[in-house]
């Protein structure tokens, strides 16, 4: 059975994933900060399919590496390796963040993200063709809006990192896309208010966001494609959300 490694397994779009790839039947390494979620996920899917958790935060590059090293040899032939861990924090302008708000974005989506990678990619290239990595970007890498300032660089990181990837893993059979979604409700906004509920009700009340098994369909569907096809990028938003003007100060 292939198998599916999934960095922030326990919310969102990770959690969807590693629902919809239990469904095709795939092997799991769930990954995340949150021992109680990674034990909620196991209770409900290990009975269907071969499953490892992992209490793993990918900011500390050693218990990335020693975490990936010490995977047992049933679960050493990574087929889809999901970099989905991530987080926006500080919605005000940036005149107004803490410093250290910043730093934390950057050390999740962006040192995070290279420290799964670079574990990982050995075992990525020793299953070669039909091996896949996919990275989740954000609409945010491309639109800029006030509020976004680190996070959506961070995401233009992953975009940028993932092309470059393509072109290094050439001849390796492994593939990597960038998958940039749009407004999609999930606890992403109760992170980035700092636990602010009637923010993140507002956010996606009145409208149809996109679901995190929205998203999860689409891993899903560019992880099985078959191997001579590659997906470099991918933006989904919902119907209801397109882009806005740009601002122009006025007196
Ligand atoms: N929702 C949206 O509108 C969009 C989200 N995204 C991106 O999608 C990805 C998933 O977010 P989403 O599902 O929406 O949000 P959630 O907050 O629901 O999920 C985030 C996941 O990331 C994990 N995570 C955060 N920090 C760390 C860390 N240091 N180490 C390990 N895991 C971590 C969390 O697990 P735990 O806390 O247990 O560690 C959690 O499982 C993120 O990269 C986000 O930037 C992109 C576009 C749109
Ligand atoms: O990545 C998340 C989508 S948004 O909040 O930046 O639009």
């Known amino acids: 059975m292939p198998i599916a490694m999934i960095t922030g397994a326990t919310s969102g779009f990770g959690r969807a994933a590693a629902r919809r790839f239990a469904d095709a039947g795939w092997s799991l390494i769930l990954t995340g900060r949150r021992q109680e979620r990674l034990d909620a996920l196991e209770q409900e899917l290990a009975e269907r399919v071969e499953m490892l958790t992992l209490a793993l935060d990918v900011r500390d590059a050693e218990a990335v590496k020693h975490a990936v090293e010490s995977l047992p040899e049933a679960f050493r032939g990574v087929t889809c390796l999901l970099n989905n861990a991530g987080l926006a924090l500080a ?3 940036s005149q107004q963040v803490d410093l250290a708000d910043w730093h934390t974005m950057i050390d999740t989506n962006v040192t995070g993200l290279v420290n799964v990678t670079h574990a990982m990619l050995p075992l990525l290239i020793a299953t ?3 091996a896949s990595i996919i990275n989740i970007g954000s609409a945010a890498a491309k639109w800029p809006y ?4 680190v996070y959506g660089a961070t995401k ?13 893993l050439k001849g390796t ?10 407004l999609a409700e999930t606890e992403f906004t109760l992170v980035r208010t700092k636990g602010d509920e009637a923010a993140s009700e507002a956010l996606y009340g009145d409208t149809t966001p996109l679901q995190a098994k929205d998203v999860a369909e689409q891993i899903v569907h560019v992880a099985t494609l078959p191997a001579h096809i590659n997906i470099n990028f991918l933006e989904i938003m919902p119907t209801r959300q397109s882009w806005s003007p740009t ?3 006025r007196d």
């Open 173 to 182: 059979g492994v593939r990597v896309t960038d998958i940039a979604p749009g």
């Open 91 to 93: 919605p005000q302008p």
């Open 128 to 130: 070669g063709a039909g």
């Open 146 to 149: 006030a509020g976004g300032h």
């Open 156 to 168: 233009a990181f992953v975009e940028q990192f993932s092309y470059n990837l393509r072109c290094d």
């Open 247 to 249: 601002h122009v100060e």
